[in-house]
């Protein structure tokens, strides 16, 4: 009984060796693999293991003059495989582990073969390591000591040691006793794959954070001797250029969102408009087409501008053969009114299909409520007013809360289509900004500042949006 | 086929109800403008809305040297197919068509699967830490480290200048799992209590009695999903900088609706296909840039008027909340 205590104790190490060990795998800081300076810096032990081709891509000159054998890098390969193939089959074990004894005692297989192989790839990366020290041209080469390596060893030994001695603390397994496993157990697992899906491209971007403490260019590594601390933090606000920028950036964001807010009433408005067309084949063609620009990409209302607007467009075709215009202009290249433009782009695009929430909510009211004020000899505007606006408030409340929730998140589509170098200075958003600064500008850190300090005002207004909802309503939006 | 039924019935209810409403109501002065101002806004606004497509894709058909002086406005003129028939001669349209087909093919059934069985298994109580791994889940629409930090999580894991960066992050959609779970819930539980008793395994009603039921909603999900897929165009341009035969259709749209240089090449290569054919009728950027938005936007096109049913479902369900 207290040997099985310490076999349960002993497993929650075991598990969460087992997890540590698929995390390591794919943290390219933590891979051994990098035994020359031509392994690039960003690949992990997943990609070596993966990819020989990524793995090699440096490496074309160094196979062809001889600096590097090809069974080096092939030994590298393979230990990689090992290490993930090895580290795969121990958590396979550590799955089993939840199980009934039998199971638990069959999940020790798994677990000592795993590590086995996983050791047997350290050692194929330890040989590949010490060959490879006796390149020809260490200038060019750059032999690199795999210091992480003694990490995977560690692992793999504990793990191995570990499910050995659970396997003899467990108690002998009876004839009659079954593999089996209890419900919640084999829910869990079977949502298990989704779960590290979900963490791995959701909360481990939440790692990349740390690069706004850090001198960061791209391609090399994180060290301690680039720690800067909060320097680009300050950096944001002292530095007179990004100031500007981030001013000028906030104007444009919040003038566009607001204008967004401002006129937000408008699908309320074309939906209770639209539900006074009494034609219903008339109202449904209206619906269909009106919604079909939704389902367009930005890029393609880009194209749709391009074809009424641009030089050679529609609106120049039309008024040259008016006598208006001598030659074709090109109204997308104008930068006065950008706001308003980007607004009518956005009505155009989501107007029709915005307005369908009300158009279902309007016909959810009850008609006894128009009858009995056509009784008390109200009109058509009057029951529009006092009966259908107020029925559809709640409903505009609701997307309201939720639009000023978003309101620094406009998103970089539509403006990054329709930026040119006349208008960036009214068009460029916050988010199209980080994409400037971050992708094409390659300011890492700045980048990221800017993105950490968007991802904490949105959910700070998300929560107060809900606080007033929760409020006023008594109902949450999240 | 119930939901059409209902339907029917509703639009029946509804013309039974206005016939008597209109006996009873007199048109004033005032209404009789208000109605021609109102249909003629929705009108010119349906016209806005339709009539830049026409106009697109009566350029790509029409003669092309009449396109190039502007004199195609209303009606086409010398009507030929040769720039489709062109643009799919043209490489890398080719690739990126088949790129998009591909990602959005395997992307929405990967979706789908996926959310079907975790909005199933996200019902089931007896899970082990059920409400916070859900929560995790959910938390995530509300929440992300932004674009810097995706990026180079995405470039460390190998999956920049790679197909799969397409397809895996999106397997995982909390928010159409919220509706797949939604939708289950709903579903009588008595159904699966005699499943079980019947010894039915857990994978087994997903498969024989979940997924069936389920059906309305997951045609919902796949083509907001293949939408969704068809439309994305920020990954192609953020991940894909390196491998130009993994950019998407709206990708190559973007790079051709901006850049000059790729036009010709265009030309030179589509020119040399149709050339023998009609001399005077070569491409020109203007055709080529028309050629490209339409193939990029007729599928939606053609898809649209027949499930617009589960778009509109689909907004509506959006009113759910987990």
């Not at chain 1, 209206?286 to 393609?300: A, G, K, R």
């Amino acid at each position: 009984m207290n040997k099985e205590k310490i076999a349960d104790k002993l497993y929650i190490v075991f598990r969460i060796l087992c997890i540590a060990a698929l995390i390591v795998l794919f943290v390219p800081a933590f891979n051994p693999a990098r035994i020359s300076d031509l392994v690039p810096k960003t690949s992990s032990v997943f990609t070596c293991g993966t990819s020989y081709g990524t793995l090699t891509q440096n490496f074309l000159r160094a196979f062809n003059r001889g600096w590097v054998g090809t069974l080096t890098m092939q030994m590298v390969f393979g230990g990689c495989l090992c290490m993930i193939i090895g580290f795969v089959a121990t958590a396979a074990g550590g799955c089993m582990s939840l199980g009934t004894n039998k199971l638990k005692k069959l999940g020790a297989l798994p677990s000592v073969i795993g590590a086995a192989v996983a050791l047997a790839g350290c050692l194929m990366i330890n040989w590949a390591a010490n060959d490879i020290q006796g390149t020809p041209n260490p200038d060019r080469v750059v032999p690199l000591k795999p210091a992480m390596l003694s990490l995977y060893i560690a692992i793999s030994v504990l793990i191995l040691v570990l499910s050995v001695v659970i396997f003899l603390l467990l108690p002998k397994v009876k004839k009659e006793e079954k593999c089996h496993m209890e419900t919640k157990y084999q829910l869990f697992l079977l949502f298990l794959p989704f779960l590290a899906l979900c963490m791995v491209f959701s909360y481990l971007p939440l790692l990349g954070w740390r690069y706004a403490f850090f001198d960061y260019k791209s391609g090399e590594t994180l060290t301690m001797s680039n720690f800067v601390g909060l320097k680009w933090f300050g950096f944001l606000f002292q530095n007179e250029a990004t100031r500007a920028d981030l001013v000028r950036v906030l104007r444009n964001t919040l003038a566009m969102s607001g204008l967004g807010l401002a006129t937000s009433w408008c699908s309320m408005a074309f939906a209770i408009f639209l539900c006074e067309i009494k034609n219903l084949k008339f109202r449904r063609l209206v619906q269909t087409f009106t919604t079909i620009p939704n389902f367009i990409s930005w890029v393609l209302v880009y194209a749709v501008a391009f074809a009424i607007f641009s030089t050679d467009g529609f609106v120049s075709s039309l008024l040259i053969n008016a006598g208006v215009l001598e030659n074709g202009t090109n109204f997308l290249m104008d930068n006065s009114h950008m706001w308003i433009k980007m607004l009518a782009w956005g009505m155009w695009k989501g107007l029709g299909w915005n307005a369908i929430i009300y158009i279902a909510a309007i016909s959810g009211i009850d008609q006894q409520l128009y009858e009995a004020a056509s009784i008390d000899g109200a009109g058509r505007f009057q029951k529009m007013w006092n009966i259908t606006v107020p029925s559809l408030i709640p409903t505009f409340m609701v997307l309201l809360l939720m639009a000023i929730a978003g309101i620094l998140s406009n998103g970089m589509d539509q403006y990054l289509v329709f930026e040119t170098p006349y208008n960036t200075n009214t068009i460029t958003v916050l988010d199209l900004y980080v994409y400037k600064l971050g992708i094409n500008g390659g300011r890492v850190p700045l980048a990221t500042v800017v993105g950490m300090f968007k991802s904490v005002v949105s959910v700070a207004l998300l929560f107060g949006a809900n606080k007033i909802s929760k409020t006023i309503r008594g109902e949450s939006i999240i | 086929m119930a939901m059409t039924k209902q339907e029917k019935l509703d639009q029946k209810a509804e013309k039974l109800y206005e016939k008597k409403h209109k006996q009873k109501y007199r048109r004033t002065p005032s209404d009789w403008t208000f109605d021609i101002l109102n249909h003629a806004f929705f009108l010119i606004f349906t016209i806005m809305c339709i009539f830049p497509f026409y106009y697109i894709f009566i350029n790509t058909i029409s003669n092309n040297d009449l396109v190039r002086k502007g004199a195609i406005n209303f009606l086409p003129q010398g009507i030929h197919l040769k720039n489709y028939v062109a643009m799919f001669n043209v490489n890398d349209v080719g690739t990126a068509l088949l790129v998009t087909v591909g990602r959005t093919v395997l992307g929405t059934v990967l979706m789908v699967i996926a959310s079907a069985f975790v909005g199933y298994l996200v019902t089931k109580q007896e899970m082990w830490g059920r409400k916070i791994w859900y929560r995790c889940l959910v938390i995530t629409m509300y929440f992300n480290a932004g674009l810097i930090p995706w990026y180079l999580n995405m470039s460390m894991l190998g999956l920049t200048n790679n197909f799969w960066a397409y397809i895996i992050p999106g397997v995982v959609a909390p928010y159409n799992i919220i509706l797949v779970k939604t939708y289950i819930e709903s579903i009588p539980g008595e159904l699966e209590e005699s499943a079980k008793i019947d010894g039915a395994s857990y994978m087994t009603i997903f498969r024989k009695l979940i997924w069936p039921l389920s059906k309305p909603i997951l045609a919902t999900i796949a083509i907001f999903g293949a939408v969704g897929n068809w439309n994305s165009f920020t990954d192609s341009l953020i991940l894909m900088p390196d491998a130009p035969a993994l950019h998407t259709l709206q990708h190559k749209l973007y790079t051709y609706l901006n850049a000059a240089s790729n036009l010709k090449s265009v030309m030179n290569s589509g020119a040399g296909t149709i050339s023998g054919a009609a001399a005077t009728n070569v491409l020109n950027a203007k055709t080529i840039k028309y050629t490209i938005s339409m193939v990029t936007v007729l599928p939606i096109l053609m898809v649209y008027p027949f499930m617009q049913r589960y778009f509109e479902k689909g907004i509506m369900l959006g009113a759910v909340k987990g």
